[in-house]
């Protein structure tokens, strides 16, 4: 049994070591930081939908060319938390 349990472990690192291996991917940190701004302006366009986008589609893609859009109207419609994402957005 403790044979097969071993067995079994050593499949499954090996299986995660080439899936690591794989899916490395080398980004400069321009391009990083404009997926992380992308990815933030998409969290807070469903996080503030109901008080700041509320007469806009809830399937709408943001893309890099929407996060200022984004944070505008974080600015405009929104309370102190959303001016405070929108602060962020703009870094």
Known sequence: MFYFMSAIRDYLAE????????????LDASTA????RVREARR??????????????TDIVIGGDDIAWVAEQLRKHGDR???AMAAKLCR
């Open 15 to 26: 299986i995660g070591r080439r899936g690591g291996k794989k899916s490395r991917r080398s």
């Open 81 to 83: 938390s959303a001016w």
């Open 33 to 36: 930081r404009a997926m992380v």
């Open 44 to 57: 807070a366009f469903k996080r503030f939908h109901a008080t700041c986008f509320w007469s806009y589609r």
